[in-house]
């Protein structure tokens, strides 16, 4: 049996306040919506949560306050899987909160309290090499100081780095120059980063690959109900960037589809790391099939706060991409055969399709020898981690 992914979460905890509202107040404005419902949430639990899910073996390393709100989200961390050891309790400091609405169509507003949140410091920083890891996913309702201390500890390490810039602070751009492997952001976030609009799906590939040449190994810009753009530095063209397109689902609630796709994402890529590493030739519908649970994905999307994986296909109101879309980018990025990487879309989403990866390999792309030896360093580190780890 395999050793399933390691995943650390660096992160915030906090407990949200949602209501069901029929449409989102404007300003100056006051609407009446349905009972106010307390659950536990926050980008980098619901990351953490997601990520076990999908097979994982997470630990979450984060701040919470001493107060029964932080008792609550540490035990719904533990009853979903994910290791707290890593989770610090601050004496007299609130928790977290996060105040959401969600209109009739699913759409949402947040407005976030940071709490225990904001006095995340270098305690979390060093938890998360602290124990053998993966790949460390991180996200932005902690200070960007944090963010950048880790990042660094995990670039030492040689441990992959999924970095989800939301919502994006203002030093931003900074975080992003000392290089990190996964970058995934929505297109306001991306125009936050770049300080220019992102608007539509041509913008959002132009935006992808500037940000790819920023310091970002691969960048994936999520556009709601028009899908998902995936750059890669080693091509940073907006013609070589793919453009995944989205299609409708219904919507209940889309509170953490970005956190879930983070997740998703995440575990992705430690699959087809896992595989290159063991010399094994994975096509798209291989991994899918080895890896059953992760796209045993229901196509109605429930509400996240009860943490259930069907958000995972979803950004905003709309279906980005399915798992075989996430695998049909990956394909690209790792080079599959030609002709292997057939993609079984399945049945989730209410029909059955069959199509061909748009994918070509990395040779084809005229990139062969910084694609080998970005492979060969890979595999040279994750043998030195597990020989590390057997002594």
Same mark, same amino acid.
């Given at each position: 049996m395999p050793q399933p992914p390691r995943i650390t979460v660096l992160g915030s905890l906090n407990m949200d306040i949602s209501v069901s509202v029929l449409r989102l107040a404007g300003p100056g404005e006051t609407v009446l919506g349905s009972a106010a419902r307390l659950q536990p949430g926050g980008k980098g639990a619901n990351q953490a949560v997601a990520a076990a899910r999908l097979g994982a073996s997470v630990r979450m390393a984060g701040c919470c306050g001493d107060d029964a709100f932080g008792s609550a989200l540490r035990s719904a961390l533990e009853a979903a899987g994910v290791d707290i050891t890593a989770v610090r309790v601050l004496a007299g400091v609130p928790s977290g909160l996060a105040l959401i609405t969600v209109d009739a169509t699913g759409e949402n507003s947040i407005?976030?309290?940071?709490? /225990?949140?904001?006095? =995340?410091?270098?305690?979390?920083?060093?938890?998360?090499?602290?124990?053998?890891? *993966?790949? $460390?996913?991180? &996200?932005?309702?902690?200070?960007?100081?944090?963010?950048? =201390?880790?990042? *660094?500890?995990?670039?030492? /390490?040689?441990?992959?780095?999924? +970095?989800?810039?939301?919502?994006?602070?203002?030093?931003?751009? %900074?975080?992003? #120059?000392?290089?990190?492997?996964?970058?995934?952001?929505?297109?306001? @976030?991306?125009?936050?980063?770049?300080?220019?609009?992102?608007a539509g799906p041509a913008a959002a590939q132009a935006a992808a690959a500037d940000l790819a040449g920023s310091g970002a190994g691969h960048v994936v810009i999520t556009l709601g109900p028009d899908g998902a753009v995936l750059a890669d530095s080693a091509l940073a063209d907006p013609r070589s960037v793919l453009a995944v397109p989205g299609f409708s689902v219904p919507s209940v609630d889309s509170v953490g589809a970005g956190d879930a796709f983070v997740a998703? +994402?995440?575990?992705?890529? +430690?699959?087809?790391?896992?595989?290159?590493?063991?010399?094994?030739?994975?096509? =798209?519908?291989?991994?899918?099939?080895?890896?059953?649970? +992760?796209?045993?994905?229901?196509?109605?999307?429930?509400? #996240?706060? &009860?943490?259930?994986?069907?958000? $995972?296909? #979803?950004? %905003?109101? #709309? $279906?980005?991409?399915?798992?075989? *879309?996430?695998?049909?980018?990956?394909?690209?990025?790792?080079? $599959?055969?030609?002709?292997?990487?057939?993609?079984?879309?399945?049945?989730?989403?209410? !029909?059955?399709?069959? !199509?061909?990866?748009?994918?070509?390999?990395?040779?084809?792309?005229?990139?062969?020898? @910084?694609?080998?030896r970005q492979r060969s360093e890979r595999r040279c580190h994750q043998r030195h981690r597990e020989h590390h780890l057997e002594r």
């Open positions: 407005t976030v309290a940071p709490g /225990a949140n904001g006095q =995340a410091g270098p305690p979390e920083a060093a938890a998360t090499v602290a124990a053998p890891c *993966d790949a $460390l996913v991180l &996200s932005a309702e902690i200070p960007a100081a944090v963010l950048a =201390a880790a990042l *660094d500890l995990a670039r030492a /390490a040689h441990v992959i780095t999924v +970095l989800n810039l939301a919502p994006a602070p203002p030093d931003a751009s %900074g975080l992003l #120059k000392a290089g990190v492997d996964w970058l995934i952001v929505n297109a306001p @976030e991306a125009a936050a980063i770049l300080g220019r609009p992102v998703a +994402l995440g575990v992705a890529v +430690l699959v087809v790391e896992a595989a290159e590493n063991s010399g094994t030739r994975v096509t =798209a519908r291989c991994a899918a099939e080895q890896n059953r649970d +992760l796209f045993a994905v229901p196509g109605n999307v429930t509400n #996240k706060n &009860s943490w259930t994986p069907n958000t $995972l296909i #979803k950004q %905003g109101a #709309k $279906l980005v991409a399915t798992w075989e *879309d996430v695998w049909e980018g990956l394909a690209v990025e790792f080079g $599959l055969a030609p002709g292997t990487g057939d993609i079984d879309r399945g049945r989730h989403a209410g !029909g059955s399709a069959a !199509g061909k990866c748009r994918g070509r390999q990395c040779r084809q792309r005229g990139a062969a020898s @910084e694609c080998d």
